[in-house]
């Protein structure tokens, strides 16, 4: 039964998954689509208007200009009356419009003015006016279908480059195909209304989508992942447990390996636990809220697990100078090399700054680089003296401890000097810097070196002695066999890497204060007028502007 198909719902996570997974998509894609549809707005354009045409100043064809104002379409029963105005002296155009409309009562095919309220425009009435020779433009509307002032100037803007032309027709044509598209539109069809909010809905729509999409993938990447590191556990813990049987208790490294090797077999224990309260995700269950999380969670303690059984497995064989001993020395000089590579790279960056001109302190780099020659050469004998037997490996282990100990107080006291040397403008901000960057203790071994001529490559969470990468560090504290006495040699210790000494060095000794320099902007526009100076008391939607 375990292993027969799944099927229908089912077969694609059950039906709370599958609900949940359509309704995040559904939800996206609607919030995405508002900003589309908001920008287009195809619904209720049905509507044909009538159109008159008074082309007072003669400059237009006034026939074929009504029938493609005609054709198009809007949103709301309109009349579109089309007005040019003569002269020279049109200082309002409000004005001018407004005077003709009363002083033409009887010559319009509809009132222009409301018959119930005579101080606005009648219902659904458009007005479309121009004053070639006064080379102003305007737009005016009955209550009922008013858009607000931003898309007023958007209407006549859609114009003034062809009125610029001495284009009066197409000019008209543009402003009637804008205010087709604006009439009707939620909001008027303002910028809020139309880009912003529906950008802002559809930004969030895609943020939403991308992250609940991902968000399953990561987990169904992660629990895979997961799976393969507690796979790999699972099928040598026999093995690790063997190998953990030939390490002695007695010996320091030894001892602190032991330690974290109780804490595997806990947590492995309590990992496998987990494990089964996962259970097997499927299609649609990968993308609950909490799979995610608990992938993670797996993958990382699944991995802390596989890293530590190595560290078992090169203990044991390290040791005992079994076969292979030489692969688990290299790694272990590697958190040592790259250190030593952090030390020299010090060095240099202190010899090209200016407190290089300090005799001493140019001096006490010249030591330190050379003494870094000194331990690669000395690590280099240490692998000739392992292979005939003049070293021991725990001594081995002690010395790569000593040597991590003394590169980093060289280090240390190097940079403190070089930065304490500083006697710039800037030498105070220059040490605060320095001191806060000191207090870091995120930082991880990298896992390659290049020195004198060679280069390797290391895993951290591997080595015998501890690193900020080692796994189950905090195993070594809660352990009773640290309070035995076991653990000499400071293999308790966790060497944090010179790399990030030097990086702190690096940028505080460099520091400059940024200059800012403020810039001004301005900016032009044509302009633009609302209301009526005489029109006693006449209050309807419209304004003008010159082109």
Not at 57 to 64: C, D, I, R, T
Not at 112 to 137: C, F
Not at 389 to 395: C, D, K
Request: aromatic share 10%.
């Amino acid at each position: 039964m375990r292993h027969m198909k799944r099927s229908g719902i089912v077969g694609l996570g059950g039906i709370w998954s599958v609900t949940a997974f359509v309704a995040n998509v559904v939800v996206s894609l609607a919030l995405i689509a508002v900003l589309p549809i908001m920008v287009i707005w195809p619904f209720g354009e049905s509507h044909h208007p009538s159109v008159e045409v008074h082309d007072e100043a003669g400059v237009l064809q006034s026939e074929p200009l009504a029938k493609e104002i005609r054709a198009m379409r809007f949103r709301q029963d309109v009349h579109v009356a089309v007005l040019t105005v003569p002269g020279w002296d049109v200082d309002n155009l409000n004005d001018s419009v407004l005077e003709y409309a009363r002083s033409h009562q009887g010559d319009t095919d509809v009132p222009w003015i409301s018959t119930s309220n005579p101080n606005y425009w009648s219902d659904g009435l458009v007005i479309l006016a121009v004053a070639p020779e006064a080379r102003k433009v305007g737009c005016y509307f009955g209550e009922d279908v008013a858009v607000p002032l931003e898309q007023q100037a958007a209407i006549q803007n859609a114009a003034k480059e062809q009125y610029r032309r001495a284009d009066w027709y197409g000019g008209t044509l543009s402003m009637a195909a804008k205010t087709a598209d604006v009439i009707g539109r939620p909001g008027g069809g303002d910028v809020g209304t139309t880009y912003v909010l529906p950008g802002i809905s559809a930004l969030v729509g895609l943020i939403w989508l991308w992250w609940y999409l991902w968000r399953g993938f990561a987990a169904r990447r992660r629990a895979r992942e997961a799976l393969r590191h507690y796979s790999q556990v699972t099928h040598d813990y026999e093995t690790t447990e063997l190998l953990a049987g030939t390490i002695p208790e007695d010996e320091p490294h030894g001892a602190q390996v032991m330690a974290r090797y109780r804490w595997f077999r806990e947590e492995y224990e309590k990992v496998t636990r987990s494990w089964q309260d996962f259970g097997n995700p499927y299609r649609t269950q990968w993308f609950g809220m909490s799979v995610l999380r608990r992938a993670t969670e797996l993958e990382k303690r699944s991995e802390l697990l596989d890293s530590l059984d190595d560290v078992v497995a090169n203990t044991a064989t390290f040791l005992s100078l079994s076969p292979g001993w030489d692969r688990v020395w290299n790694n272990e000089q590697g958190p040592v090399l790259e250190d030593l590579q952090s030390l020299r790279r010090l060095c240099h960056e202190v010899d090209s700054a200016v407190v290089a001109e300090n005799g001493s302190i140019a001096e006490r780099a010249k030591e330190e680089r050379e003494w870094v020659r000194s331990r690669k050469q000395r690590l280099d004998d240490m692998t000739s003296d392992l292979e005939n037997g003049s070293l021991q490996p725990s001594a081995a282990l002690d010395e790569l401890d000593e040597i991590a100990s003394e590169t980093k107080t060289k280090a240390s006291r190097l940079a403190r000097e070089a930065i304490d040397a500083d006697t710039s403008s800037y030498a105070d901000e220059r040490r605060r810097r320095y001191d806060d960057s000191v207090s870091s203790t995120d930082a991880a071994y990298a896992g390659y070196w290049y020195l004198g001529g060679g280069h390797g490559s290391y895993n951290p969470h591997s080595t015998i002695r501890l690193n900020p990468s080692s796994p189950a560090i905090s195993a070594i504290g809660s352990s009773g066999s640290s309070s035995s006495g076991v653990g000499a040699g400071g293999s308790f210790s966790s060497f944090t890497p010179v790399s990030d000494l030097v990086v702190g060095y690096s940028s505080a000794s460099s520091y400059t204060p940024s200059s800012s320099s403020g810039s001004g902007s301005s900016f032009s526009g044509s302009s633009f007028s609302g209301g009526y100076s005489g029109g006693g008391g006449f209050s309807g939607s419209g304004s003008s502007s010159s082109f």
